[in-house]
């Protein structure tokens, strides 16, 4: 009896990070708005130009391309729409106040919104790995599907420290539209609908200032598509952008 309760303080932390997380997940799960479009808009623009128009099974290098591309697009939606909005949703309200003044881990709140943010990706990434090998006639071995797997979970970081950073700068009304801004033009300019060679030389310049560009980067050599590009430097450049962002937001609550 004595060693359970001794057992619970310890135990007590671990159990209050689950359950937020838990509760994040099913928040955003009951949520149309934010489920049906951030898991179907990847899905159904990869089914559209990777099988149809990249030519079904005949359509290989196509269809690899895009499966790397739009698992990029469809973790940035997720990780700059689930933190941006609710964040600044939850200030609106008052919840974050709410929360600073419950008997919680102070760092719960945010890695519940990033398990969410790995969650979704991790649904995302099955669903186009379901259309490729099923539809689409992509064939990569179980280390590639499994690296690929592992950069579109990991990758949901970078985004989903931009998207706090907007959370602590918009009101909830306003962050859909100011994310939309951002989120819908980095994709186009990093060559995630494109490739940059079918695009002005202009933008292949400008390619490296987004993230997206070297996540997509990463993602594309894991299945066969190298740019020549140093994977060490594309890390580099991913945890920078991460932790400046997250410092930022960081100003932001704390001010």
Known sequence: MMDAIASRPSAAPWRAYALEARYEFLRLLRTPSFALPTLLFPNVFYLLFGVLLGGGRGGGDAARYLLATYGVFGIMGVSLFGFGVTVAMDRDQ????????????????????????????????????????????????????GLLWLVNVAGVLPFCALGLWIGTLCTGSASPAVINLIYLPMAFLSGLWLPLAMLPDIFARLAPVWPSHHLAQIALEVVGHDAGGALGMHVAVLLAFSAVFFFLAHRRLAA
């Not at 990033?114 to 179980?142: D, K, R, Y």
């Open 94 to 145: 008052g919840l974050l106040t709410l929360k600073r003044a419950l008997p919680m881990p102070p760092g719960a709140y945010l890695l519940a919104k990033t398990a969410m943010a790995m969650l979704f990706a991790t649904a995302i990434s099955l669903m186009l790995a379901l259309l490729a090998s099923t539809l689409a006639g992509v064939h990569l071995s179980p280390a590639q599907w």
